[in-house]
């Protein structure tokens, strides 16, 4: 059933002589990839790779590897849908049957993956730093608080604070300065 809609398709698609028998051939096989006959088309229009890459706007590696069934080394499957679909229009051929052809070769769909910026990955990874930061400085000041606490009272009034006179008045001994003069005069 669904070769008899592709043939219907083919035949209202306006194809020129040597493009439908391309695309003929693409509907006949099974095993066969679209780049196969996306070059065939290509080479038959007197396009190259490097026109071809320049119109869709594609570096000119991926289009070898789309006409070389090349599907591993290219981007995930709908990217490569796109490609092949805009190739196909391109050069005047069916576009839905070039990438049913595609899909006939068994190319399997990667698995949805939530991805995760790199960005996004960098700052999860800061944010785990500064907690990992904030907590080693917490417990190094309470750390130090105990270890003051657990001084005893003798030792932490070891400080020499200056002598106040009856008047309330706060007497400071400063060092003595020793200078020297000159008694050469």
């Not at 306006?14 to 051939?25: K, Q």
């Not at 095993?31 to 080479?43: F, N, T, V």
């Not at 590696?61 to 092949?84: S, T």
Request: some cysteine; glycine content about 4%.
């Amino acid at each position: 059933m669904e070769s008899t809609i592709s043939r219907n398709t083919v035949d209202q698609h306006e194809l020129a002589p040597a493009l439908r028998e391309i695309v003929e051939d693409m509907l006949r096989a099974v095993d066969e990839g679209p780049g196969d006959y996306l070059r065939r088309a290509r080479e038959t229009l007197g396009l190259s790779i490097y026109e071809v890459a320049a119109q869709l706007s594609v570096p000119n590696p991926q289009v070898k590897l789309l006409e070389g069934n090349d599907f591993e080394n290219l981007p995930a499957p709908i990217f490569v849908r796109n490609y092949i679909r805009r190739y196909a229009d391109l050069l005047g051929m069916p576009a839905d049957e070039v990438v049913a052809c595609y899909e006939r070769v068994g190319v399997e769909e990667m698995p949805s993956l939530a991805r995760v910026s790199l960005r996004q990955r960098l700052n999860d990874r800061h944010q785990s730093m500064r907690w990992a930061s904030f907590s080693a400085v917490a417990l190094i000041m309470l750390l130090l608080f105990f270890w003051w606490q657990s001084m005893p009272n003798e030792s932490r009034n070891d400080i020499e604070m200056p002598a106040e006179t009856a008047g309330g008045e706060i007497i400071l001994q400063l060092p003595e300065i020793k200078s020297e003069q000159n008694t050469d005069q």
